[in-house]
């Protein structure tokens, strides 16, 4: 498995303004990713970020929104930037490790994000 | 790209029953399909999985069945208790990407 912590766990924000989430694991990782899990929905991948190289977006995310960092391999941000009411969410980042039936992915506690 | 379909949306049952979650996929080159469990206010917690070459799969009171013909793969909870309340999510997994099903709200009633 995988110990995973992510910071803050909560927040409450004004519109136009941007949060930084960090995501911190154990051991290192070549792959984490950051997704979104709207009130009472699934999980919605935003992007993958390896370390050394830019994160790869998913179809409706953009780097200018989500401005993502992968400075070593047990660490990650996503920003939200430019925040409005339709971007309160969980966010959740996730790294890939082997499990019992080989690679998988591990999440963290998530960031629980309310803009007024 | 892969499709997942998880039903149904919510469950309820009595404690020390059974509780049955089914997923179906859409991409026959899917090969791996775990199921996470997330309790209120916690992440997704990986609860268990199976791979394709694989037909079922067992873990103390929870099991996993997968039928690659159909392409559909169910979670059983036997002997429920209260604890196992929380949203139940399936996922289809072809490398390293992740496809989820839209969760299943699961109350054992006491």
């Known amino acids: 498995s995988a110990v995973i912590s992510q910071k803050p766990s909560r927040d409450i924000c004004q519109r136009g303004t941007s949060l930084t989430i960090q995501c911190q694991v154990d051991s290192q990782v070549t792959m984490m990713f950051w997704y979104r899990q709207q009130p009472g929905q699934s999980l919605t991948l935003i992007a993958t970020a390896n370390q050394g190289s830019e994160a790869t977006y998913e179809s409706g995310f953009v780097i200018d929104k989500f401005p993502i960092s992968r400075p070593n391999l047990t660490f990650s941000t996503l920003t939200v930037s430019n925040m409005s009411p339709e971007d309160s969410s969980i966010y959740l980042c996730s790294v890939e490790r082997a499990g019992a039936m080989g690679e998988t992915q591990y999440f963290g506690p998530g960031t629980r994000l309310l803009v007024l | 790209g892969e499709n997942v379909e998880q039903h149904p949306s919510t469950l309820s049952v009595q404690e020390g029953d059974s509780a049955v979650i089914k997923c179906t996929y859409s991409d026959s080159a899917s090969n791996y399909f775990p199921w996470y469990k997330q309790e209120l206010g916690k992440g997704p917690q990986l609860i268990i999985d199976?791979?394709?070459?694989?037909g079922e799969k067992k873990d103390q009171r929870i099991a996993v069945t997968l039928n690659k013909t159909a392409k559909h793969f169910s979670l059983h909870i036997t002997e429920t208790q209260p604890e196992d309340s929380a949203v139940y999510f399936c996922?289809?997994?072809?490398?390293?990407?992740?496809?989820f099903g839209t969760g299943t709200s699961l109350t054992v009633i006491p």
């Open positions: 199976i791979r394709s070459n694989v």
């Open positions: 996922a289809a997994s072809l490398g390293n990407q992740f496809y």
